[in-house]
């Protein structure tokens, strides 16, 4: 939504949510935990929250269900794991890391990564589990709005992308990822993300979050990046391994090398939307091409600082 | 299978179906087309073959049936169209091209994509049109020699991986992808993979090849890149995507970048493998750091080659 449709006590209840989770993680590393665990615990949490498109709260496919992605990466390890479209499986970062731990592959979709997660002993849940009133006037907008185009057996409906001003807080927010990337005190890395993808997005889909490189990648040599924004132009792009590559092989540090990605490379094929990337030194970079993207950080020892839009002085402290 | 065990006899094939379907290809682009169309029909023609992982032909998965994907990159414009995970479509890489042409997505998998490609008027076919009796005993090799496990309720089958020697010329060819990747004479370029994955895969398992950056990338300003073998460290490692950025941001040749991505940094993660690429000067790179690769190459007014071992003199002209 358009910072004028945005209340108040919306804003409030966004940055709430974000410093309980950098609480939590804050606290899991400042105890010794792995970035892993931090990145898991948080998107985790993210997932249970409703007011992200994640786990409760998902947005809904074209078909009026749900299809979640996610992924998670060790910067240490270079070792993946991710799912997508699942409908039954609570937590799915739960069933990217099961992926990367439990099996010899990276990405499971649909039924088997189901039947995966659930040899794994998973929660599974009933696919309404997801579903929230919110997100379900969400669609219905989206399916009144859309450009919709009868195939050409008339069976169903084609429909297309959100319009390309569309963004991580555009109208009725048919879009949204939660990711987490950290430092741990070892040195290591880690990036995870997870979404319900796009509303009104064709059953099958499969956006940026769960592919390795896209929308998810961490190598401690580098960084730990996590994307959200138009997801196919994301891929397109290698967006979260370009971050990587232009600090390798380019020399440039973390943050010239995300906005170069961010402001330069994306918006040449129309792709809008943002990363958070942290480096094996523990500088960070929170850069979006919208007008804002939900986000916070924390430093073991610190305040959690969290904010919305573009401005510096939006930050808000715990 | 080891360099002993294939005959003369396959090997002879092997290199007659190449050179074909260089003939169709190098054709095509003599007459004017485009680098598109030219991995389009060589990708085409590779499925409809029996002897490749890919189309007729395909490996079984761990449940005796065919999960194929494919993908396709248009180097002048960044686009690009995968399905994973279909099992009715005759000619996946048809379906990725719909994807990239007629829809506003990168990536559909499992149903949604066997339902859009029904929707674009593709060919569907009977999942055992893709089943041959070699690859049915491949499946049956590969179960007798696999690390089974039985799952926490008994229900199902955990299974490894091929052991770390597996090749694309592996025992009994239980991995191997087809690729083409062509520059016209406008200076376009395109990629094209397309495969039925490794043998006793579990179902839902999605490799490096549909995934943009790992297996499959193309970029006029870089290369043209198609990848082979253990898919999941491709996509570790974002293999495909990693040949242009080091060119892009490395400056190093479009042979050197392969050599260090398939030589050197595949192998520290027990990668084997290879790819074939082309740059935007028209310089070839066909690396493995594997025994062998079915490979072919031809230029414009040029008798085409084929070779399948690493040896220099190995190449056999048509």
Known sequence: MSRTQ??????AAYHAALQDILRAAQQLLAGGGSALDAVSLAVDLLEDCPLFN???GAVFTHAETHELDAAIMDGATLRAGAVACVSRVRRPLRAARAVMEHSEHVLLV???AEAFAQEQGL???????????????????????ATAVLDHDGASLLFREPAAN??????????????????????NLAAATST????????????????????TYADNRTAAVSCTGTGEMFIRMATAYDVCARMAYGGVSLDTAAREVVMKALPTIGGRGGLIAVDG??????????????????????????????????????
């Open 6 to 11: 945005i209340s108040a006590q919306q804003n």
């Open 54 to 56: 994640a786990g409760h």
């Open 110 to 112: 649909a039924a088997g």
């Open 123 to 145: 929660e599974l849940v009933s696919p309404d589990y997801f579903s929230t009133a919110a997100r379900r006037e969400q669609l219905q907008r989206a399916l009144a709005t």
């Open 166 to 187: 569309a963004s991580p807080l555009d109208e009725g927010q048919k879009l949204g990822t939660v990711g987490a990337v950290a430092l741990d005190a070892q040195g």
């Open 196 to 215: 319900g993808g796009m509303t009104n997005k064709r059953p099958g889909r499969v956006g940026d979050s769960p592919l390795i490189g896209a929308g």
């Open 281 to 318: 030194r523990g500088n960070l970079s929170l850069r979006f091409n919208t007008e804002g993207m939900y986000r916070g950080w924390a430093r073991v020892g610190e305040t959690p600082l969290s904010a919305i839009y573009a401005d510096a002085d939006e930050g808000c402290a715990a």
